[in-house]
Nanobody, 112 residues
Framework: QVHLVESGGGLVQPGGSLRLSCAASGNIPSIYTMSWYRQAPGLQRELVAH???????SYADSVKGRFAISRDNAKNTLYLQMNSLKPEDTAVYYC??????WGQGTQVTVSS
């Protein structure tokens, strides 16, 4: 069974950047799409970014132009580059694949 482990979260000031990583314990076939979600306290989990099997990307309106999702198949790792971070980006960030399910999440806090 393949598992996902997120890392790279932390505390950052508004306007700063972070890069999240989601490492799979084994190979995930490239036909499976992968996504990043986030969940802020008291709110539902929401889709942040999606990477289709053909490489097409899509983003929530709130992060368009600031976040970028990418995948390194050789390293079995999914990334989320987050720039120009805002306090409202504060949440636990999860990666997901239909092949594996959910990772355990990594906390991102944007605060001065």
């Amino acid at each position: 069974q393949v598992h996902l482990v997120e890392s790279g979260g932390g505390l950052v000031q508004p306007g700063g950047s972070l890069r999240l990583s989601c490492a799979a314990s084994g190979n995930i076939p490239s036909i499976y799409t992968m996504s990043w979600y986030r969940q802020a306290p008291g709110l539902q989990r929401e889709l942040v970014a999606h990477l289709g099997s053909g490489g097409r990307t899509s983003y929530a309106d709130s992060v368009k132009g600031r976040f970028a999702i990418s995948r390194d198949n050789a390293k079995n790792t999914l990334y989320l580059q987050m720039n120009s971070l805002k306090p409202e980006d504060t949440a636990v960030y999860y990666c997901h694949s239909a092949y594996t399910g959910w990772g355990q999440g990594t906390q991102v806090t944007v605060s001065s």
